[in-house]
């Protein structure tokens, strides 16, 4: 789930996002229930994403994809990023939305032949609630969990297995309320609460003798980071016009790692930026 200290200012791509419930020129795609419609693309700053179409409930769907993991595949690695949002519930004020993706990177091809692997995974599930007040006036709440894994294993010398994982696993909480100043003009101002963050280690020993086989693992689970019960706050305008969308604006909080969503024990200010076109 790539993209990348916390403490750089891409955390905006994973912030509080935009607080639409209907589809419209005007709606906000970040961190919402909002769909692209059929046929349409979006080009943004690292993901690339299309609305589906064909019945009525691919209507409802999009696929997205950062390009940039593909080319890592260049170097003879493994590659590959995809994810997916449903708007399963759209009518009269309110919109209700599941999203999930896998970004995979395998480099075990890069290893050699001799049975070593080394892979990394990181799997966001998301959920999104929009709910129109007015027709200026818009909440957006919703659920991220992401699941990080690095995966590797080796045969070195004697040991017929030296293996492991190192990941973590994060639960945020995202809400936000969205007020349109003008046809192009929205002022967003959220919040991200972190619910749960825990840090693993999983690694495992095997060889065999003329004894037998000798196998120990080890497992250790934890929060390393420290980072608690974090938050952060935000304020931002977004420019939305019938194909261009600029968002510029600032948070205080707890840093988050971009893709990753690991959150950081550190505060401060990061500036917020995003921009796409929808064609």
């Not at 395998?106 to 070593?116: A, C, E, H, R, Y």
Request: aromatic content about 8%; charged content about 15%.
């Amino acid at each position: 789930m790539s993209k990348n200290l916390a403490s750089l200012c891409l955390a905006s791509m994973i912030l509080v996002g935009g607080a639409s419930a209907a589809r419209a020129d005007s709606e906000l795609m970040e961190w919402s229930p909002s769909t692209l419609q059929p046929h349409e693309v979006r080009l943004g700053a690292g993901v690339v994403g299309l609305g589906l179409w064909g019945n009525k409930l691919l209507d409802r769907m999009e696929i997205d994809t950062i390009p940039a993991v593909y080319g890592i595949n260049i170097t003879g690695a493994r590659a590959y990023d995809v994810s997916g949002k449903f708007e399963f519930w759209h009518e009269d004020n309110l919109s209700l939305s599941i999203g999930a993706g896998v970004t995979s990177v395998d480099l075990s091809q890069l290893l050699g032949s001799g049975g070593d692997q080394l892979r990394f995974r990181v799997v966001p599930i998301e959920g999104w609630a929009g709910y129109r007040l007015s027709d200026r006036l818009r909440l957006t709440g919703g659920v991220v969990y992401t699941n990080v894994d690095l995966l590797g294993g080796t045969k070195a010398g004697p040991i017929d297995e030296l293996g492991g994982a190192i990941g973590s696993s994060t639960v945020q909480a995202f809400a936000s309320v969205q007020y349109r100043l003008s046809k192009s003009w929205h002022v967003i101002a959220g919040a991200r609460v972190l619910a749960h963050q825990q840090e693993y280690i999983d690694a495992t020993v095997a060889s065999s003798n003329d004894m037998g086989t000798l196998s120990n693992t080890t497992m250790a689970k934890g929060d390393a980071i420290g980072a608690g019960r974090a938050w952060a706050g935000s304020l931002a305008f977004h420019y939305a016009g019938k194909h261009y969308n600029l968002r510029l604006g600032l948070e205080y909080g707890n840093y988050q790692v971009p893709v990753l969503n690991l959150v950081s024990a550190e505060r401060g200010i990061a500036p917020m930026f995003s921009m796409y076109w929808r064609i």
